[in-house]
Antibody
């Protein structure tokens, strides 16, 4: 059974930083691209970033480019999202999600970790 | 940049009725990369349909997807009480990879 467990969320002031983690199990981690998807309170789903199975390539939505860095440690089956220069509009529940190979859909999701950016 | 527009914003139906949800893309997209998700309040999104028409593991056959080009549809043949939720469509575009969600359709009990 695929399990994804996010951690690292919390309250941070505008301009601050946080690092999210996502521990994965139940599948061959390095074989799959992974992603972060966020959901602001009462709003819809927004893709944030994706990373290839090797970790060599990462991609970002425009609003986080230059501020967020997505990485992975395949020896630890863990993803990391380093978030710098946080803005109030980054406040959301952040999900990590497994990407279906070759299809670009998200077939497994974690429970999410809440990031609140506020002064 | 592809924009996905879902309609209606809210759909009010009764259990047992048939639901038809629409997802329209701003330009033609590959149906291979069109997915649908269900999200209940306080819960994690769940993949329902991928490749426009393939049901994900464990999804009942009352859920079906169809469409091509710019117009895609999610149908629920006979609504069960547990089907009342938010539904999102999503597209994957390559070169470079970009993932786009529609704004969602709320399916509520009439």
């Amino acid at each position: 059974e695929v399990q994804l467990l996010e951690s690292g969320g919390g309250l941070v002031q505008p301009g601050g930083s946080l690092r999210l983690s996502c521990a994965a199990s139940g599948f061959i981690f390095s074989n799959y691209a992974m992603s972060w998807v966020r959901q602001a309170p009462g709003k819809g789903l927004e893709w944030v970033s994706a990373i290839s199975g090797t970790g060599r390539n990462a991609y970002y939505t425009d609003s986080v480019k230059g501020r967020f860095t997505f990485s992975r440690d395949n020896s630890k089956n863990t993803l990391y999202l380093q978030m710098n220069s946080l803005r109030v509009e980054d406040t959301a529940l952040y999900y990590c999600a497994k990407i279906q190979r070759g299809l670009g859909s998200f077939d497994s999701w974690g429970q999410g970790t809440l990031v609140t950016v506020s002064s | 940049e592809i924009v996905l527009t879902q309609s209606p914003g809210t759909l009010s139906l009764s259990p047992g009725e048939r639901a038809t949800l629409s997802c329209r893309a701003s330009q033609s997209v590959s149906s291979s990369y069109l997915a649908w998700y269900q999200q209940k309040p306080g819960q994690v999104p769940r993949l329902l349909i991928y490749g426009a028409s393939s049901r994900a593991t464990g999804i009942p056959d009352r859920f079906s997807g169809s469409g091509s080009g710019t117009d895609f549809t999610l149908r629920i043949s006979r609504l069960e009480p547990e089907d009342f939720a938010m539904y999102y469509c999503q597209h994957y575009g390559s070169s470079p990879p970009v993932y786009t969600f529609g704004q969602g359709t709320k399916l509520e009990i009439k």
